[in-house]
């Protein structure tokens, strides 16, 4: 029973740890696009109250992109994706700023013209679909983790119901053994002494 309640509590958990994952996931694409609006906003306005969701979006992507790091160590394969995807978003936040940077130095002209080019939206669509196959490469591992721990419960259901088959076997055995040694004998002297008696 325990070892059972062991072994839910251990498929619990790598459900519990996709699903961080792909929240964090999700997050790390929101706050990109967070930071683009604050950067829109900015060059539309030149208010820079709109820079504020621009940095807290930049600092946001950093956070979320170490701890799916962290949470994904073990996995050579999801690491390799998110070296991938820290290089696409490090490009993006940069366009981002570069563009701010010329907005605040009165080259509005030059950010709007930056914007208009296929470079923002094109990274924007690469880091999409990094995230889309780092979503479906850590469901495919929990779908793996779940078929073993699946295959680990019928081997050990087996192992068990074969131990106990070998008890019975055993028990039985015994009490054939005791049957014939001991209680046959008894038997044999009770009845004889039931004939002498009689006699």
């Keep these: 029973f325990l070892m059972g309640r062991s072994a839910s509590e251990e498929r619990e958990g790598w459900v519990t740890h996709t699903h961080e994952v ?20 900015f060059l539309l306005t030149l208010d820079t109250r709109y820079l504020v969701p621009f940095l807290k979006g930049k600092n946001d992507v950093i956070n979320k992109l170490e701890r799916l790091k962290e949470k994904t160590s073990d996995n050579s ?17 940069n366009e981002l700023q570069e563009t701010v940077d010329l907005a605040s130095n009165e080259k509005l002209e030059t ?14 669509e690469e880091i999409r679909q990094k995230l889309t196959i780092f979503n479906a490469t850590e469901r495919e591992l929990l ?5 073993k721990h699946e295959s680990a419960k019928r081997y050990q259901f087996y192992g068990v119901l074969l131990a106990e088959l070998l008890l019975i076997f055993i028990v ?28």
């Design 22 to 41: 792909l929240h964090l996931s999700q997050q790390v694409f929101s706050s990109v696009q967070d930071a683009e609006t604050g950067q829109r906003g």
């Design 77 to 93: 394969q999801q690491q390799a994706l998110l070296r991938e995807l820290e290089r696409l978003i490090s490009e993006k936040l």
């Design 111 to 124: 950010a709007l013209t930056l914007v208009k080019s296929d470079l923002g939206q094109t990274l924007m």
């Design 143 to 147: 779908s793996i983790r779940k078929s």
């Design 172 to 199: 039985l055995s015994t009490a054939a053994i005791l049957k014939f040694r001991i209680i046959n004998p008894i038997n044999k002297l009770t009845q004889r002494a039931l004939i002498y008696k009689d006699k």
